[in-house]
């Protein structure tokens, strides 16, 4: 812990750090290249989309003796589709038939009681008319759209259409990821997933927003200074936050993972199981994308605004002219100017502080853990 | 909002604390009470965790009847299900509309599900009957009803000649007869206002169980047994056996009435009881069907001092078969100058009928409370409701499965729970303690709420919104994590603790807003645009969220005030999670340095 509680603070005071913004184009690359497989997976083998979504029934038996084998005669017989049963844990039966109206999975499920010698009644059962998949199907598509509207407009105003635009790029990579890994995989799709799916949409902007919360902390007043460009000063704050990403992500993750645990070794399948499934790689993929991609993608935005190019000029010429002083051996007149920037420039950014820029200054020459 | 504003503005916020921390413990307290106080501790739990039959109905428009599907029209379907769903004697099942054409059944374990869907899903039938023979209804001992019981076995015997095939004939025949007399009034009516005294509700129907006794019924009864009674019928005798053993005083009775009752053709005669049980009645063939009218609505009659009424309106068809009908039974005496209106084989209200209303409109009035008016205007409405419903999803779990399922919920919970407290008592140390007292008073909050919920507005506890609820230890805690973070950071620029926490905060509770308004905001368009089962879970993620914000707020940043003032923390001690040493705090070098340190919250 005090290893990890120093490794923040020097990640804090930029001692150390990962240029996330110097080498985006690499974690571009493996993102466009994940993103990629995930559609190309999705075009290629589609998703395997449960009952819920083509009409049909799964019906879950108590403890039985009958077969798995009989279990399926006796469906595929009464309901002429083909059916999948399953032997779960305990001696239950899960059978599956797709396709079927809602009439024809009442008669199957009658049969199947005959069968099992039990009432109607002690078969779970989850019948689905064909269009009530589209429905959910449809709706989440909807809600998707007017979240997505609704939070790139919250985003736009709460920080700037730049930050929106990386936030929403982030989420819809997050998406296409979890989609595509069902799709390789050939997880069931179900409501649940849908659900899991949905809440992705929340959580991967939770991360993002963190990061880009300190982003815009830290970028207050960076026109007032000299010292970093724009993309320099993500990356601190993004070095910065970094410890609170990680332990956001890994506190959101462990209770998905207990779900995650439970509904796949204890339940066999279901609900629980298809929620945390999704989540959980929809919330991998969001903590990724919020350090790697997001922040990134809004530096690359912000280089390209005018007040942006010519703060990135003016870094630029001081710096050779620092370094014209330094090789003057000026170098007292130096630290004493670079003191003032300092005061003006300091609300800007995290935890600079006089003697840390001072001291690193004085250390490296230049900016610690930064490029150039 | 307005308390950490004030908070803060006051100095340091750091004479407050205990006040604010008060405040959430009462809240906490009278939630809890109020818990206790409406009876209910455990939250109500939906159809996969408690077992039970859930359909889903989806509303379409009939053929020729575009945009019928809306609020008013979904509302009349969901009152008219529920009446028919609890008619099976079932307690608790619960009728829902859900977004905007879906209407959700829940019926509890121990219900036959089919024949509950046999109720749910057959569209319901109204029609308009007129009253053959009106008793009491309760199961009469054999003296009085069984003198009656012989006077009307007689007079079915007599009719039985005449057969089944003479009643349309003789139906026309009376027809004719008022036909002409009345229709001049309903034409005189000026600028045709469907105003017609002409119906007058049975003011037991109107005020049940109260006024209607045995009185009207005996005097009903007196009337009868003179009168010649032209009733069409077949088997009047065998119908009349079993309006005997009808019994409508209670209501498995009358379910079982109203079943059998439903189940007969509109062309049969049915015995049927009424609503309130105090009537039975033999009812003929329907003469007007539910699908001609075309409207009904409640109304205050202020002009003529009516008070409460029904108005409603016919189709063409409809008002043609109406006048008829009301030509017909305004020359008869009482009871069978009334007609029944009979919503799934049971009689809502029997008005009487003086003249033949014709016009297409007509009126019924007499001792309606608004309650009661507006009831029979919605049932009136059904008969009117352009809508047929499809069951769409129907999931039936047993009690057994439901509870494996709740009791998986719960582990995968406490497993969650268990891990996010070891990593934050690794991470953290001490800081972990003020985590996990918000995480139980966070607990102790949604508890409560969902279980005060269940009954102020239905909520229902289901396995998505358990998962919702598993989902929201994780958010909870991220809101702790980057405020401990926010205060880190401040001690590692230098800072004793005091100072750290507060001026940690108002930029850790803008990220905390700020995110947390965007998870909001994601659960409520979810929560509005969805159905089914997202929703529930949507439901949950938004509730925790904003018991997020009211924990951190009220909860987690007081204790830190508090918790500041403490030697264990303030000085760092090792196992506080606050050791300046460890978090790697470097001595200060140069002081003069430390009092331009410009860092200064003044955003939000």
């Not at chain 1, 239950?92 to 199947?112: D, G, N």
Request: aromatic share 6%; with cysteine; charged share 20%.
């Amino acid at each position: 812990m005090s290893r990890l509680g120093n490794l923040g603070a020097r990640l804090y005071r930029g001692e150390v750090g990962y240029d996330f913004v110097g080498k985006r184009k690499i974690w571009y690359g493996i993102s466009i290249l994940i993103t990629i497989t995930a559609i190309v997976g999705l075009a290629v083998r589609g998703l395997n989309m449960g009952i819920e979504f083509s009409g049909g029934a799964v019906f879950n038996t108590p403890p039985t003796s009958v077969s798995a084998t009989q279990a399926q005669r006796t469906a595929e017989d009464t309901s002429g589709h083909a059916a999948v049963v399953q032997k779960l844990g305990n001696k239950t039966l899960r059978v599956q038939v797709s396709e079927l109206t809602t009439e024809q999975s009442r008669k199957t499920q009658e049969a199947l009681a005959k069968k099992l010698d039990v009432p109607v009644n002690k078969i779970n059962t989850d019948i689905v008319g064909p269009s009530w998949g589209d429905q959910i199907a449809k709706k989440a598509w909807t809600g998707l759209g007017i979240f997505m509207i609704l939070v790139v407009i919250y985003l736009a105003i709460a920080f700037e259409w730049r930050m929106a635009v990386a936030a929403l790029v982030a989420l819809i990579h997050d998406l296409t990821i979890t989609v595509g890994v069902y799709a390789l995989v050939g997880f069931e799709v179900t409501p649940g997933t849908v659900i899991g799916l949905l809440t992705i949409l929340g959580y991967s902007l939770y991360d993002t927003v963190v990061v880009f919360d300190g982003l815009k902390e830290s970028s207050k007043d960076i026109t007032k200074q000299t010292r970093f460009t724009y993309s320099e000063i993500a990356n601190r704050s993004l070095n910065g936050t970094l410890v609170r990403s990680i332990n956001t992500t890994v506190v959101a993750l462990l209770p998905v993972a207990g779900l995650l645990f439970i509904g796949g070794g204890f339940l066999g399948a279901g609900m629980l199981n298809d929620i945390s499934l999704a989540l959980f790689v929809g919330l991998a993929a969001g903590a990724y994308s919020s350090i790697f991609i997001a922040t990134p993608l809004v530096a690359d935005l912000k280089e390209r605004d005018p007040q942006m190019k010519a703060l990135t000029k003016r870094v630029r010429a001081r710096r050779a002219a620092d370094a014209a002083k330094a090789e003057a051996g000026d170098a007292s007149a130096n630290a004493a100017g670079e003191d003032e920037d300092v005061q003006d420039a300091a609300a800007g950014v995290v935890g600079q502080r006089g003697e840390d820029a001072g001291r690193s200054r004085g250390r490296g020459g230049r900016p610690s853990g930064k490029r150039r | 909002m307005a308390a950490p504003k004030k908070g803060r503005r006051s100095p340091g916020g750091q004479g407050r604390p205990g006040r604010v921390l008060a405040l959430i413990l009462i809240a906490m307290v009278a939630l809890t009470g109020g818990m206790f106080a409406s009876g209910h501790t455990t939250p109500r739990l939906g159809i996969d965790l408690a077992g039970g039959t859930s359909f889903t109905l989806e509303a379409k428009n009939q053929p020729g009847r575009p945009n019928a599907i809306n609020a008013t029209n979904m509302n009349t379907a969901v009152g008219i299900i529920e009446r028919r769903v609890n008619g099976l004697g079932v307690t608790e099942a619960e009728v829902q509309t859900q977004g905007d054409n879906h209407i959700i059944v829940n019926i509890p374990k121990g219900t036959d599900a089919k024949q509950a869907r046999q109720q749910v899903g057959t569209t319901a039938q109204l029609g308009f009957r007129p009253v053959l023979t009106a008793t009491a209804g309760v199961k009469t001992p054999e003296p009085v009803p069984g003198a009656t019981g012989k006077d009307k076995g007689d007079k079915g015997k007599q009719d039985e000649k005449n057969g089944d095939k003479s009643k349309d004939d003789k139906s026309t025949g009376a027809t004719t007869k008022p036909s002409g007399a009345p229709s001049p009034t309903a034409s005189a009516k000026p600028q045709g206002r469907p105003v017609t005294d002409a119906l007058k509700a049975d003011e037991a129907d109107a005020t049940p169980g109260a006024s209607a006794s045995g009185k009207p019924d005996a005097k009903k009864d007196d009337k009868k047994a003179p009168t010649p009674t032209p009733a069409p019928g077949g088997d009047a005798a065998a119908l009349q056996k079993k309006l005997d053993a009808l019994d409508c005083s209670t209501k498995e009775g009358r379910a079982k009435a109203n079943e059998a009752a439903a189940a007969s053709a509109p062309t049969d005669m049915i015995a049927a009881c009424r609503k309130d049980g105090q009537v039975k009645e033999i009812l003929g063939p329907v003469a007007v069907e539910g699908t001609n009218v075309s409207g009904a609505s409640a109304v205050f009659d202020t002009q003529q001092g009516k008070g409460w009424l029904v108005q409603l309106k016919f189709d063409s068809a409809g008002a043609k078969k109406f006048a008829q009908v009301t030509g017909q039974l305004a020359t008869k005496q009482s009871p069978q100058n009334q007609f029944a209106i009979v919503l799934d084989g049971e009689v809502v209200s029997d008005p009487s009928v003086s003249t033949s209303i014709g016009g297409g409109s007509a009126e019924i009035s007499g001792g309606f409370t608004q309650q009661s008016a507006s009831e029979l205007a919605n049932v009136l409405s059904y008969g009117a409701l352009p809508l047929s419903f499809d069951v769409v999803n129907e999931t039936t779990v047993t009690a057994a499965l439901g509870g494996e399922q709740l009791r998986a919920g719960l582990v995968a919970g406490a497993i969650g729970l268990f891990l996010v407290i070891v990593y934050l008592v690794a991470y953290y140390r001490g800081l972990a303690l003020v985590a996990l007292a918000s995480l139980a008073v966070s607990a102790i909050l949604t508890y409560t709420i969902m279980v005060l919920l269940g009954p102020a507005i239905g909520f229902a506890l289901n396995l998505p919104a358990v998962c919702g609820a598993i989902v929201a230890i994780g958010i909870t805690a991220d809101s702790f994590i980057v405020y401990f973070e926010r205060i880190r950071d401040e001690i590692r620029e230098g800072r004793t603790l005091r100072p750290a926490v507060e001026r940690g905060w108002p930029r850790a509770r803008r990220t905390i807003l700020v995110s947390d308004f965007v998870s909001f905001l994601a659960a409520a368009v979810l929560f509005v645009v969805t159905v089914g089962k997202v929703q529930g879970f949507a439901f949950t993620l938004g509730l925790t969220t904003l018991l997020d914000v009211v924990v951190v707020f009220f909860f987690t940043k007081p204790l830190m005030t508090i918790l500041a003032r403490r030697k264990f923390f303030a000085s760092g001690h090792p196992w506080s999670g606050l050791d300046p040493a460890r978090l790697g705090v470097r001595p200060p070098l140069r002081a003069s340095r430390r009092r331009s340190a410009p860092v200064d919250p003044k955003e939000a």
